[in-house]
């Protein structure tokens, strides 16, 4: 039995959406919660029929967060806070297009298909609650500390990308209720496999320093996050290159932390999360002690500013003024 009342105050099986959840996860989760399938559930309350075909955590359109403070208790900002925009003067300051936002990865979307694995996930927080967190969205996720546990941004039997909302493809009359920890493909359960990260370590350094940063909206080395942020990930990109110019970043990276890999050798602006373990921390570690480490780094291997501020970027003033100062 399905549950559709369009004139319902308050969805007849409402659920709230939990700590940090993500927008699409809560959408989702409320179809289940009404046994109905969510392209179904979507269509009928929102009148949208190509609801699933786009980044609903990136690009919504108004009618629906409308629609939805009407049929359920939350109001606007209560839902934007479930939505990628909430992010924005935090992780990044530019508008949240559809294409590329600086801090959060890409789907990839092609009609109802994810090509990227743009969303992460910790299968231990999948043991105790059934829903995806918004901050499994962002590029500089790369673990749990939580759970001390790497995140995955894939299935790790059949590799497909995790999108939970083609779980209840198929069958059009019936509504299955597969659970949201399963894959899409395979429906192999992914909260089985995960990997350890020791407390001591510098991975887990770096994020409960990048949590605390975006958190609290500021660190050490800036007051707004975002800035610090901008530069974690411009190195980052300029680490990965295909160009016969632009390489010594590249090439000092490689050579002072005795790295191989061919996603170093990639134009692509899409990174893997496996590339950025790798990468991050050391950017992290780098920075995080600008006079003994990152300009010793950049004497060494001959870097200048105006290799990390090419493709006419700005960078944020902190990260010029440790040129100036020590360089």
Not at 67 to 90: A, E, F
Request: hydrophobic share 35%; net charge positive; aromatic share 16%.
């Amino acid at each position: 039995m399905s549950f559709l009342i369009i004139n319902s105050k308050v969805l007849p099986g409402y659920i709230p959406p939990e700590k940090e959840e993500l927008l699409s996860s809560w959408i989702f989760r409320l179809s289940q919660s009404h046994k109905i399938k969510p392209f179904s559930f979507t269509k009928f309350y929102f009148k949208e029929t190509a609801f699933w075909n786009r980044d609903v955590d990136k690009f919504i359109y108004g009618t629906v967060i409308e629609q939805l403070t009407k049929i359920t208790p939350l109001s606007k900002n209560d839902i934007l806070n479930l939505h990628l925009i909430s992010y924005k003067d935090i992780v990044f300051n530019t508008p949240l297009v559809a294409s590329y936002t600086r801090g959060i990865t890409n789907l990839g979307i092609y009609h109802r298909k994810r090509k990227n694995n743009g969303l992460l996930a910790c299968p231990k927080c999948l043991r105790k609650k059934y829903y995806y967190k918004k901050s499994w969205r962002l590029l500089t996720s790369l673990i749990c500390t939580e759970c001390k546990c790497h995140l995955i941004d894939h299935c790790p039997n059949c590799k497909a990308p995790i999108i939970f909302q083609r779980l209840d493809i198929g069958d059009k009359s019936n509504h299955r209720n597969i659970p949201i920890y399963l894959c899409w493909l395979c429906n192999f359960d992914l909260r089985i496999e995960f990997e350890v990260v020791a407390e001591n370590s510098l991975i887990y350094d770096y994020q409960k320093y990048i949590n605390e940063c975006i958190t609290n909206g500021f660190c050490i080395h800036t007051q707004y996050s975002f800035l610090y942020i901008q530069v974690l990930l411009n190195i980052l990109g300029k680490s990965k290159t295909n160009s016969s110019k632009w390489i010594r970043i590249r090439n000092a990276f490689i050579s002072e932390f005795n790295l191989i890999d061919e996603e170093f050798f990639c134009k692509s602006l899409d990174t893997s999360i496996q590339f950025r373990r790798k990468i991050i921390p050391l950017i992290y570690f780098l920075l995080n002690d600008i006079p003994e480490r990152f300009v010793p780094f950049c004497k060494k291997y001959s870097l200048r500013y105006s290799d990390f501020a090419k493709d006419n970027e700005r960078l944020p003033f902190w990260f010029y003024k440790s040129f100036r100062e020590y360089y």
